[in-house]
């Protein structure tokens, strides 16, 4: 079992639709979590940053953790074609290097 | 404020070359990260450094791989005698790493293609 799984996709959905992106992990030592977008051929951006449990908002997008689930979830709301990409969470218990999901694809379609 | 900067964005080379990357971090960040992403996977860790001490490396980077960060600034990742496997997007990033802000910012990474 790896230490982070998520869906690889990919995921289609009309233009407008909430999106709900999912990661889970086994890694009880995960303190710190991140959701990255990844364009084709393009770094990570930092889209969300959160640290435990609970949620965190920031425009269209809020993040949720779930320790005692070992759970996250990003959701983008009126999704628009500008949102198509590759989704990577990302996650430290602080003082290490990163561990990423495999990224699942998304593909919003006007 | 710049972001993180990588030098070449692409690389071709023959099988049995050697070539070398730089990343121009974040300034003020002391923490710079190596990755290696392949197609359909999540960036991989390779190595990092606090200011100018290569701190840890992963079991993925063979003798062949090394890194620096001379002064605590930039940095670069050489590989030596190219394999075809070694193909892939190489990714920068780096952090504050102050306590509590432990996110790292991506660089657009070099994209090598070994033939």
């Known amino acids: 079992q790896k230490e982070v799984e998520q869906d690889p996709g990919p995921l289609s959905v009309p233009e407008g639709a909430i999106v709900s992106l999912n990661c889970t992990y086994s890694n009880s030592a995960f303190q710190y979590f991140m959701w990255y977008r990844q364009y084709s051929r393009k770094g990570p951006e930092l889209l969300m940053y959160t640290y435990s449990s609970g949620n965190k908002e920031d425009g269209r997008f809020t993040a949720q953790v779930d320790k005692s689930s070992k759970y996250i979830s990003l959701f983008i709301r009126d999704s628009q074609p500008s949102d198509s990409a590759t989704y990577l969470c990302a996650m430290t218990p602080g003082n290490t290097p990163l561990v990423f999901g495999k990224g699942t694809r998304l593909s919003v379609i006007a | 404020d710049t972001g993180v900067s990588q030098d070449p964005r692409h690389k071709i080379t023959k099988r049995g070359q050697n070539v070398t990357f730089r990343c121009d971090p974040i300034?003020?960040?002391?923490?710079l990260y190596w990755y290696r992403q392949t197609l359909g996977q999540g960036p991989e860790f390779l190595t990092y450094?606090?200011?100018?001490?290569?701190?840890?490396k992963s079991r993925l980077l063979s003798d062949r791989f090394s890194a620096e960060r001379p002064k605590g600034s930039f940095s670069t990742l050489e590989i030596q005698r190219t394999e075809q496997g070694d193909s892939a997007m190489y990714l920068c990033?780096?952090?504050?790493?102050?306590?509590?802000?432990?996110?790292?910012?991506f660089g657009p990474g070099t994209r090598l293609t070994v033939t």
């Open positions: 300034s003020e960040h002391n923490r």
């Open positions: 990033a780096s952090s504050p790493w102050t306590s509590g802000s432990y996110e790292q910012y």
């Open positions: 450094f606090q200011n100018e001490a290569q701190l840890e």
